[in-house]
């Protein structure tokens, strides 16, 4: 009844909130704040317990661990070997025990601690002193075996740790082995009991340092304990401490320290992934929380649809008064909300009325000061465009004065500053190209034509009379009766120009010298082959020098046209082919047997990078023909021809002779003919066919070669050397082509 009361009085906003406060939200939030914690505390003290447990069972594992390996060496240590100083033989046999344990390092020290034997290194190589001699010499004391804790073992370089057991014989210490351990190998146990990625266990030795941490390297080895767990674990042999983990984080960490090795095991988590750990059994809580919110929710509903119809409301009015609208009174059911909506509606009245006055007084402020800006932005905008343009900016009237100057034709010049004006054009500006005309006069025609022409030559004349060449473009400025005139410093584009014009001058002396020289060289080989023909009495290696400077004087000839040409990048391929030609009949005395060579190839301009693979591969199909193609004094014709086709050319050379031998063609076994045209061809990117003439038109050999005289790859002029120098000696038997 009471509720109901409030709600037809429509009470305000406080004393609602007050209202909700009280009937529900604080019991609730005490209720399950307590039993969030006595839950989180229960479950927490169980996880604690079970990773206790955890770390006793792996610590129970690296005692079974520690005591297996003080066995063996229990046992080792009564080899017959030790009582016969047979040292060698107890390497083999040291050996032979490590292999059930890979990993491990067996050590032998005699009883003033020097290593005799070390498993880590070959037997007899010279050995290092060992790395812990006092815990060493605390073992000879007692005669009993002992754990060490990390030490650097100098042999590896490195921490580790080792089961140390005395060599009795006699009652005294003779000797003392020493298994030696990795953090691996220890840190093996860990992976193999499969712990949670969310715990951390890491095995501590006697004096809180890490030997191996689960997930962790080798970089771990050798870091301490937090200060809680370094704290604990010289006085208890298990506990659970709050600690600071490596990355500054609060863990929980369960330890069991082990009373044979002195060793520790420590499971450490983290109390955010203990927080994570025990949200299941909190969840149930959470849920229990939710519904009893839930049926607070559906009063604080009920309330607030009242409340949100009040504002609503206000909002409305708030909103057309923002926007200059009429504001109507609104509607609410709360106290505060009336008394707010009829304020709205007086605000709204006198803001129409002081609006009304502003626009008025602003609208005209504003045009009057858009106007002035836009004024300024364009003197401005003009002004920099004129004073900062990089060359010299001349206004001429229509008698030819200078009106205006930038600062640039100022400084071109030589002039003070506002000194060019009045001043008369001739004066400034003056043509050295013999031409009648002043330049007043050429700016004058300017306007009739709508520009001056930019390669009159001209000339600038200084203040204190030095003078250097220009550029200048006039164009008329017709609404104020001027021309502008745009005047450019030549001096450094003109020495760029002659530079340039030079340094091609030589590059151009440089390449033809180049190509004479290479032409000479070439020429100095052929001559030098031909000397070594004469020494030689062999037949074949006589042939072999002979096609050797044919070749070579092949690419002479094409280097020898290089320089020759005008243009010194390209030659002309009929007259070289016919000069080729006429070199290679010569050569084989064709006229005096009555063999004619001719050649029908069209006017063509060729790179160097098809001229040189082309010599080359003419030299081979001519020389054949000559050569194998006329025996036992036979007369005939040899044919060269060439054909264009766009951007293709076919080169057909062809004689009347007596053809391939049978089962001879392009793919028989290669010769050195036939390599050096393959590899020609290749690479020109040519297609290449080599076949017999049909009888009908008068026997012999054909061969097409069609090639790109465009859009080529530069040649590899290196591999083509390479591939004609790797192919096999032409037996001079049969057609090497």
């Known amino acids: 009844m009471r509720l109901h009361h409030l709600l037809r009085r429509a009470p305000t906003i406080r004393q609602w909130l007050a209202l909700l406060l009280a009937a529900f939200i604080v019991p609730a939030a005490v209720a399950v704040v307590t039993l969030f914690l006595h839950v989180y505390e229960r479950e927490r003290a169980g996880v604690e317990r079970a990773n206790l447990d955890v770390a ?27 009582d016969d100083a047979n040292l060698q033989a107890f390497y083999r ?6 292999h059930s344990r890979p990993g491990n390092v067996l050590l032998l020290l005699d009883d003033n601690l020097r290593q005799v034997v070390n498993t880590h290194v070959p037997y007899g190589m010279p050995l290092p002193p060992h790395g812990d001699p006092v815990e060493l010499r605390r073992i000879i004391k007692r005669g ?54 969310q715990v951390g266990a890491t095995i501590y030795d006697g004096g809180g340092r890490i030997v191996w941490r689960d997930r962790g390297s080798s970089a771990d080895v050798g870091g301490h304990a937090g200060p809680a767990l370094a704290a604990a674990l010289p006085r208890e042999t298990e506990g659970i401490v709050h600690d600071t983990g490596a990355d500054g984080r609060s863990e929980v960490v369960m330890f069991s320290r082990s009373a044979l090795s002195n060793w520790a095991v420590a499971i450490a988590l983290r109390r955010t992934d203990l927080n994570a750990a025990l949200w299941d059994a909190l969840a149930w809580i959470g849920l229990g929380a939710l519904a009893l919110f839930a049926l607070g929710l559906g009063l604080m509903r009920r309330i607030g649809v009242r409340i949100e119809r009040s504002m609503r409301g206000l909002v409305q009015a708030a909103t057309a008064l923002g926007y200059g609208e009429p504001v109507l009174r609104p509607v609410a059911h709360v106290r505060e909300a009336q008394e707010l909506g009829q304020a709205l509606v007086q605000a709204s009245a006198l803001l129409r009325e002081r609006t009304t006055q502003r626009d008025e007084a602003e609208r005209a402020e504003r045009t009057l000061r858009d106007t002035n800006r836009a004024i300024e932005r364009s003197e ?12 010299g900016v001349l206004l001429v009237d229509a008698a030819c004065s200078v009106t205006r100057a930038n600062a640039q034709a100022e400084r071109l010049f030589g002039h003070t500053a506002g000194a060019l004006a009045g001043m008369p054009l001739d004066a400034l500006l003056f043509e050295t190209g013999g031409g009648a005309a002043s330049v007043c006069e050429r700016v004058r025609a300017t306007s009739l034509r709508h520009g001056l022409d930019g390669n009159v030559p001209l000339h600038g004349r200084r203040r204190d009379g030095s003078t250097f060449p220009a550029d200048a473009m006039a164009n008329p400025l017709r609404e104020r009766a001027l021309v502008i005139l745009t005047v450019r410093d030549m001096t450094e584009s003109r020495a760029q120009q002659d530079a340039l014009r030079h340094a091609l001058d030589d590059k151009n002396t440089l390449l033809k010298e180049l190509y004479h020289r290479v032409k000479n060289n070439l020429q100095l080989i052929v001559s030098l082959f031909n000397l070594q023909v004469r020494t030689v009495s062999e037949p074949q290696a006589r042939q072999a020098l002979v096609e050797a400077a044919s070749r070579v004087r092949a690419m002479a000839l094409v280097h020898e046209r290089l320089y020759q040409s005008g243009n010194l990048a390209s030659i002309r391929l009929d007259t070289f082919m016919a000069e080729l030609c006429e070199q290679l009949a010569r050569a084989a005395s064709a006229a005096q047997r009555g063999i004619a060579v001719h050649v029908e190839v069209p006017p063509l301009e060729v790179g160097l990078d098809i001229a040189v693979p082309l010599g080359l591969l003419l030299n081979e199909l001519v020389t054949n023909s000559l050569k194998h193609g006329f025996p036992d004094g036979r007369g005939g014709h040899v044919l060269v021809r060439a054909e264009r086709g766009g951007e293709n050319v076919r080169l057909i050379v062809s004689d009347d002779g007596v053809g391939l031998a049978p089962g001879l063609n392009r793919t028989s076994p290669a010769t050195l003919g036939l390599k050096l045209v393959s590899a020609l061809s290749e690479q020109m990117r040519a297609s290449f ?49």
């Open 689 to 737: 066919v080599l076949d017999n003439r049909a009888p009908r038109e008068g026997g012999g050999v054909v061969a097409a070669l069609e090639f790109r005289v465009t859009g080529q790859a530069p040649p590899a002029a290196a591999r083509g050397a390479a591939a004609a120098a790797g192919a096999v000696p032409n037996d001079g038997d049969d057609r090497t082509t």
């Open 93 to 98: 046999q040291a050996t032979e025990v490590l």
């Open 144 to 197: 009993r075996p002992a754990v060490s804790n990390l030490y650097v073992g100098p042999t590896v370089a490195r921490l580790l740790t080792s089961v140390d057991v005395p060599v009795l014989r006699g009652g005294r210490v003779v000797y003392v082995l020493s298994m030696q351990y990795f953090g691996e190998r220890l840190g093996a146990i860990l992976e193999r009991q499969h712990i949670p990625a």
């Open 56 to 82: 006793r069972a792996l610590m129970q594992a690296i005692d079974r661990e520690l005591a297996s390996a003080e066995a063996a060496m229990q046992a080792l240590a009564t080899s017959n070997n030790l």
């Open 380 to 391: 401005a905008f003009l002004r920099g465009i004129f004073e900062q343009t990089p060359d």
